[in-house]
């Protein structure tokens, strides 16, 4: 049973956000994103050595196969999450350089709480770690 999505299209701020400040270039990959794809490609290297029974852990050849394929999707959807965490990077630059142009303060803190809460309802307690990942890597740029 596999499922397919389709991307949404660029809205006003997915489209502000692919802009650097001020309209300039988009800003350059997180580099945590370049280091995982490196770390990736070393890792796929080194199981190409490797049977796909003892690259996946698995007893049978059958199972290394649904292992692999499984890998292959996740592999996949780790790719478009870090894709989405840059995006929130970027978007959530825009939003701190209007608020402290207009004056405010760079974080607002009855904003990141509702982020905390939305995320420990979706996933649970590890829900909120890693809100609190989201939102550390997002402050604080400009």
């Not at 790719?79 to 939003?95: K, M, N, T, Y």
């Amino acid at each position: 049973m596999t499922a397919t999505t389709t991307a949404a299209p660029a809205t006003g701020a997915t489209a502000a956000a692919s802009a650097g400040p001020e309209g300039g270039p988009a800003r350059e990959p997180h580099p945590a994103g370049k280091q995982a794809a490196g770390k990736q490609a070393a890792r796929k290297q080194s199981a190409g050595k490797q049977s796909a029974a003892e690259w996946t852990g698995a007893r049978t050849e059958e199972a290394a196969g649904v292992i692999a394929e499984a890998r292959s999707r996740i592999d996949a959807l780790d790719d478009r999450i870090i894709g989405l965490v840059q995006e929130r990077i970027a978007v959530s630059a825009v939003v701190q350089e209007a608020r402290i142009t207009s004056g405010g303060r760079r974080v607002n803190l009855s904003r990141e709480t509702e982020i905390l809460g939305r995320y420990r309802d979706a996933l649970d307690r590890p829900g909120t770690t890693l809100a609190m990942t989201l939102l550390e890597l997002c402050r604080g740029r400009s």
